[in-house]
C-alpha cells in the first residue's frame, strides 16, 4: 500500500512538473496564436484586434498570472477551451483518446496475436530455417516506415482492391460494420511494426528461459514438452513482453500521429499536432497532460501485471 | 517440443485464418456500402477541418468553403467570377459615396426569420463592433458612414468616400448575413443548406434548406464535407470512392487523374507565389538589390520543382490573366537576365554577392521548393542564400516582426481587381507578413487610394498603370510563379465550376448547383 502511494505522489510531481514545462515551452516558441487567427488567409491583423482578442483569451495577463490561473483550473480538472472557437478542450479529448486508444488497442491485439507465437516457435526452432526467415521478415518490417505501409494498403486494399475505404472514421454507434472496416488498415498499420518487437522480444526471453536450470530439471522429470513450454518457459517468459508492450503503448499514445495522418483517423495525435500548428495553448497543455496522465498510469498497471506475472516482484 | 511448436504454430495460423475471414467480410461489407452510397449525398474534402465557422473571421479557405453553405451575404459570384445578386437582387451606385442594394422578397433564415434592412444593419454593426474578430472590421469601419432603410426592401449605403471595390466587400465569404435572433458565436444564416451535425475535426453534415431564395437549389439534398489533410490521401478516397470532389488537388496527382477515366478536374491559374523583402534593414534595403533577386531567378524551374510544371513563370505583378487591368508588355517585366541581374549587383554596391537568408516555411513543400529554386538561382550571381525553413506558425511570427531577409510567400487576392494588391503593396496598411517589411512608398499607397476611390474603369486602368510603374522599379514584391489550383471530381458529377484568378477559393458557392447524376 505505501508502495503504491508513494508511486502515486511521484506520479502526481510527474505530472505537475510537465504541466509547467509545457506551460512554458509553449511561451517561448515564436508564433503567436492571436495573431496567428487573425492572420489567416494572409489578411493584415489590425493590432488592436490582436491586442483585444490576446486580451479576451487571457494571454495578456502577466506570466505567473497565467501559470496559476492554469494550475488553479487543472486542479479543478478543467483543461480550458480552443483558442480558436472556445469549444471545451476536454470535451474533444474525451471524444478523440477513446478512438486512439481503440486505434492502440486493436493494433496491440493484433501484434500480438502474431508477434507472441511467431516469437515463441522463433525460440523453440531456434537456428532453424523457420527462425532464420521469421528474423529476416521482422527486420524487413521494422524498417518500413508506418506512412509506406500505410500508403501501401490504402494503394492496394482501397484503390485497386477496393475493398475498404482508403480513410476516415465512422462512429461505432452510427455504422458498426464501416467503423471496423475504417479501423482495420491503421491498426494492421501500426501492428505491422509493432509485432516485430514482441516477436523479437517473445524470441530473446523464451530462449533466455529455455536454458534455464529448471526448465531442464522439468523435462526431467517427465513433464509433457507442451507443459513445460506452456507452465515454465511461457509463464517466465512474458514478463519483459508484457513491460515493453506496456511502453511501446504508452509511446503511441502520442505517436499515431503518421497513422492518424494517413489514415484520416482522428484521434487524439492528429488533434495534438494540429493544435501545435495553431498554438493553441489550452489543446496542447491538455493534451500533452493527458497522455502523460495515461502514460504514468499505463507504467502503474505494468509493474503491477509483472507483479502479477512473477511473483518474486510480489514478494521482494 | 515439436508438438508445442505445432500447436503454437496452428495457433498462429487461426489467427491469421479469422483475421482474413473478419476483414473478408467486413470489406464486402463496405464494398456493398460505397456502390450502395446514395446519389442523394455529395461528399466533398477538404483540405484541413475549419478551425471556426464565425461567420466574418478569415480562418482560411477550408473554413469559408465549409461557411458559404450556410450563411450567405448581400453579393456573391457566379460560376464565372462575375458579381451577382444573393440576398440582395440589385444594387446600383447612386452617386460616389451612395450605394442601394434591393433585398429578395421573402428571403428567410434557416431559423425562419426574415431578411429585413434592419437585420443587415445589424449584421454590420456586430462586424465593426470593437470585439468582434471580422476580418473586415476595419475595412467596414472606414468606409461605411451609416446604413440607411429607404423603404421595406431596400438598404442605402453611404459611404465616407467613394469606393469601387465596395461590392467586391459586399460579395466577400467574409461578410455573410445572420439571422437577428442569432449571434457571432452562433450564427444562423440564409445559405443552400443548414447544418445538421458535425463531427468536430472530422465532418460537417448539411441538409439542403427547403427555404433558400434560389429556388430549386442546392440541387443534391444532403452534403458532407469531410477534412482528408493529406493530400494523397485525398486523391486516394476520390479513386475509391469514398468522396466526390476534393480541393486542393496535389500537382504531383494531376497526371494519375486526367488519366483516370473516372475522374475530372477544373483548374485555373489562380493563386501565385512571390518573395517579399525586408526593406527597413538587411542588404534588400537597397533597391537595386531587390531587382538583381527579380532578373536572376529561373522561374520555369520553379514551376518545375514546386508545382510539377503545372502553372507558368510570374515575371510582373499579380495581375491575373485575362484581367482587363493586365498588360502583357509589363507583366513579363523580370524575365531571367544574369547579364543584368550582375550589373544590378554592381549598381547596389555588392559586385561579388553577399550572403543572406531566405524566409520560407518546411510545413509547406510548395513554400520549400520555391525557396530551394531561389538559392539555385541566385547562388549563379554570387548570392549566398541560407534557407530560414520553421513551421509556419512561426514563419508567420517572424514575417510579422520583420525578422528576416528576404522570403517565400504564397497568396491570392482577395478579389479580381487591382486594388487586391493593396495588402501587399499599400505600406499605410498595418506590417504584416505577406508585405515586405518596412516598405512604404507614399506615391503607390496614394495611386491604390485614387484607383479605390475611381468609379471610372479607364481611369483606374491609368491610375494602375502608373502604380505597376512604381513598384516594378522598387521591387518589393517580386513575382514568381502562377500556380495552378484544381479541383477533381467523379465523372457523373456535374454543375461545379472552378473560378477564375484569385476566386478559385471561393468555388465552393457553386456546390449547390452540383448534381450526381
Known sequence: ?316 | MTNDTRNAAALSRRGFIGAGAAAAFAATSVAERASAQGRDRLVFALSSYPPSLRPWANTGTAAGTAKCQFLRGLLSYGPKGEIRGELAESWRSDGPTTWTLRLREGVRFHDGEALTPDAVRRSFELMQDEKSTASLRGAFGALIDRIEAPDARSVRFQLKKPSATFVYMLASWHAPMISPKSNEANPVGAGPYRIVDVERGTRIDFDAFDGYWNKGLPKTRKLRMAAYADENLRVAALDAGDVDIIEYVPWQSYESIERNAKLAMDIVDGPFMYLNFNCAQGPFTNAKLRQAVAYAIRREDVVKAAFFGRGSAMNGLPFPKGSEFRDEATANHWRTDLDLARKLLAEGGQPSGFSCKLLSTAQYGMHKDTAEVVQQSLAAIGIRVELVLPDWATRVAVGNRGQYDFGVMGSAGDFNDPDSMAQFLDGSQTPNYTRSHGYNNPKVNELFEQGRAELDVAKRKAIYREMEKLALEDAALVGVAWRSQAYAMRKPLSGFANLPGFLSFYSGLTLENVSMG
Not at chain 1, 494572409?42 to 502577466?62: C, I, S, T
Not at chain 1, 509493432?194 to 523464451?206: C, E, G, K, P, Y
Request: one cysteine or more; glycine letters at 8%; hydrophobic letters at 50%.
Open chain 1, 1 to 316: 500500500m505505501a508502495y503504491v502511494l508513494r508511486r502515486l505522489a511521484i506520479s502526481i510531481g510527474l505530472i505537475w512538473t510537465v504541466a509547467t514545462l509545457i506551460f512554458l515551452v509553449l511561451r517561448m516558441i515564436p508564433g503567436d496564436p492571436a495573431e496567428l487567427l487573425l492572420s489567416s488567409g494572409g489578411v493584415a491583423p489590425d493590432p488592436a484586434q490582436v491586442l483585444e482578442l490576446r486580451e479576451r483569451l487571457g494571454l495578456e495577463a502577466p506570466l505567473l498570472q497565467q501559470y496559476a490561473s492554469f494550475i488553479g483550473q487543472l486542479l479543478r480538472l478543467d483543461l480550458g477551451t480552443s483558442l480558436t472557437d472556445d469549444y471545451p478542450v476536454m470535451d474533444e479529448i474525451a471524444k478523440r483518446l477513446p478512438r486512439t486508444i481503440e486505434l492502440i488497442l486493436a493494433a496491440t491485439i493484433l501484434a500480438v496475436a502474431i508477434g507472441m507465437p511467431l516469437g515463441v516457435v522463433a525460440a523453440l526452432r531456434r537456428g532453424s530455417g523457420m527462425d532464420r526467415t521469421l528474423s529476416a521478415v521482422a527486420s524487413f518490417n521494422q524498417s518500413l516506415p508506418v506512412f509506406v505501409t500505410g500508403t501501401l494498403l490504402i494503394l492496394v486494399f482501397a484503390q485497386q482492391l477496393r475493398w475498404v475505404p482508403a480513410g476516415g472514421y465512422v462512429a461505432f454507434a452510427q455504422d458498426p460494420a464501416r467503423h471496423l472496416t475504417n479501423l482495420l488498415m491503421p491498426a494492421v498499420t501500426i501492428a505491422i511494426g509493432l509485432s516485430t518487437v514482441v516477436f523479437r522480444m517473445t524470441r530473446a526471453s523464451v530462449l533466455e528461459t529455455l536454458d534455464r536450470d529448471w526448465v531442464r530439471t522439468a523435462r526431467a522429470k517427465g513433464l509433457a514438452s507442451r507443459h513445460v513450454v506452456r507452465r515454465h518457459v511461457l509463464r517466465n517468459s512474458l514478463g519483459p513482453v508484457v513491460t515493453v508492450i506496456g511502453l511501446q503503448m504508452g509511446t503511441l499514445l502520442g505517436g499515431t500521429v503518421l497513422v492518424e495522418y494517413v489514415f484520416n483517423w482522428p484521434g487524439l495525435s492528429g488533434y495534438l499536432v494540429r493544435a501545435v500548428e495553431q498554438r493553441n495553448y489550452p489543446e496542447v497543455q491538455g493534451i500533452v497532460l493527458v497522455i502523460c496522465a495515461l502514460f504514468v498510469f499505463l507504467n502503474l498497471v505494468v509493474d503491477l501485471l509483472y507483479a502479477v506475472l512473477d511473483p518474486r516482484v510480489r514478494h521482494g
